[in-house]
């Protein structure tokens, strides 16, 4: 058994390696490895490749590099550039313009993609050269699309709710269908918020669209036709009990195929780029999930759930004053490490402390990846806030940190009302599974 003592010294020190730079699945590796040889002898070092061997028959983890050719397939067909100008057409006329655009292509994205960082890059790509051509104001556009793309990991299909999924043993299909009334929620603040700072000054949005016409409209709904397709075929078979959400990814990946031989652009070329992308994504991803089962069962025999279980008893605190602690504790993270290095490395050591506070696993799941999406766009190392620059190129990075500032405060109002109103969360996945 460890104390609360030892628990967080090796929570520190594996912090601490992360903010040095070690790869995160090292990282993690290297404190199980060294808590194993300190507390229980170096026997227990042997129980690696059984725990490898366990992970990596996990079915469900399947889903992790289906969902992500899903996503590879999209952009790579020219689907997604097509999606953005259709919904230009739709959402063009609102206050605030375009910048609508880039929030209703993140949110469609991020329902067929799962990441937040393939959805930044690929809006970035199509968005940034016409609203600087129609004299967008560059801080605010930056700071949408930024913040837009968080939507990728809320929105389902979410690459890291089934890691959470798995790494805590909640049904992804409940995951799935809590983080669509939330994700249409935070997409719909962002929206309004564009709307009311765009209302008090006009000239940050640019030069206006012309109207389109109702045919023209029309006409453009053949473009959201394919990603929409792709969503209901794959929640749909999910929540009817058709599929597995690693079957209903397969499903999702044949019929991106089909897209893309549709549209002509499915060529050896596109496809090699395709694979090596997901290839490379997943090993990363699967990597980092081995060496968290590894921590998640050392620190299980060492005692460490019980020990903080134990602490938090002591200390006497109501749900909210533990959620209220937690919001501040990833706030501070989030600004020093990755978001997928963050989830992975704090799951074993506070999910125990969830289940023994009675807060429900899929409710908790979404306000994670919540404040995963903070850490997404909280300077100084929010992933989002340099692949967007990235994609730019030019001026300071100090612009995108400037333009997300509003959309972080939605980001915190959306955590509140799930807090204040728990219902948003949990009633949709409880009442279809």
């Known amino acids: 058994m460890i104390d609360i003592a030892g628990a967080a ?14 790869h995160v699945a090292v990282a993690i590796f290297l404190i199980s490895v060294l808590g194993a ?13 059984t725990q490898l061997w366990s992970v990596m028959n996990d079915f469900i983890l399947t889903a992790i590099p289906l969902f992500i050719l899903l996503g590879e397939l999209l952009l790579r067909s020219g689907i997604t550039q097509r999606m953005y100008h259709g919904l230009s057409d739709w959402l063009g006329r609102l206050p605030g313009g375009l910048l609508h655009t880039n929030i209703g292509a993140s949110a469609m994205f991020a329902a067929v993609s799962g990441s937040s960082v393939a959805t930044a890059a690929t809006i970035s790509t199509v968005a940034l050269p016409e609203l600087k051509e129609r004299q967008y104001n560059e801080r605010l556009v930056l700071g949408s699309i930024a913040a837009g793309a968080t939507l990728g990991i809320l929105i389902p299909p979410s690459v890291n709710l089934i890691i959470y999924g798995a790494l805590t043993s909640t049904s992804i299909g409940r995951l799935f269908a809590a983080g669509i009334v939330p994700g249409l929620l935070l997409a719909s ?26 045919a023209k409209k029309m006409e453009s709904l053949r473009h959201l036709i394919p990603p929409m397709s792709i969503f209901a075929v794959v929640m749909g078979s999910i929540y009817l009990g058709w599929a597995t959400p ?8 044949i019929m991106a195929f089909g897209l893309a031989a549709f549209n002509r652009a499915l060529t050896f070329t596109m496809l090699h780029e395709a694979f090596l992308s997901t290839v490379r994504t997943t090993a990363m991803i699967l990597l980092i999930i081995i060496a968290a089962f590894y921590l998640k069962f050392i620190i299980g025999i060492l005692g460490v759930p019980q020990a903080m279980t134990a602490f938090v008893a002591q200390m006497d605190l109501s749900v909210l004053g533990f959620i209220l602690a937690l919001i501040v504790f990833y706030l501070i993270l989030g600004c020093f490490i990755e978001t997928l290095s963050m989830m992975v490395g704090t799951i074993p ?12 696993p899929v409710w908790f799941g979404i306000f994670l990846v919540l404040m995963m999406e903070l850490a997404l766009i909280t300077p100084p ?16 990075v100090t612009d995108v940190f400037i333009g997300v500032l509003p959309f972080i405060l939605v980001v915190l109002l959306t955590v509140a009302l799930i807090i204040a109103f728990p219902a948003i969360v949990t009633w949709l996945p409880y009442k279809i599974l």
Request: net charge positive.
């Open 9 to 22: 010294i090796g929570f520190a020190t594996m912090l601490g390696l992360m903010v040095l730079g070690v």
């Open 381 to 396: 190392v929010g992933m989002n806030l340099f692949v967007v620059q990235g994609v730019r190129r030019t001026g300071p």
């Open 37 to 49: 040889l300190v507390y229980l002898g170096p026997q227990l070092i042997n129980t690696f490749g």
């Open 246 to 253: 690693t079957e209903a990814a397969a499903v999702g990946v």
């Open 349 to 360: 050591i506070v999910f125990p402390v969830v289940v023994f506070m009675g807060i429900d």
């Open 189 to 214: 603040l962002f929206m309004l918020a564009i709307i009311v700072i765009c209302s008090f000054y006009p000239k940050l949005a640019g030069n206006a669209m012309e109207k389109p016409s109702w």
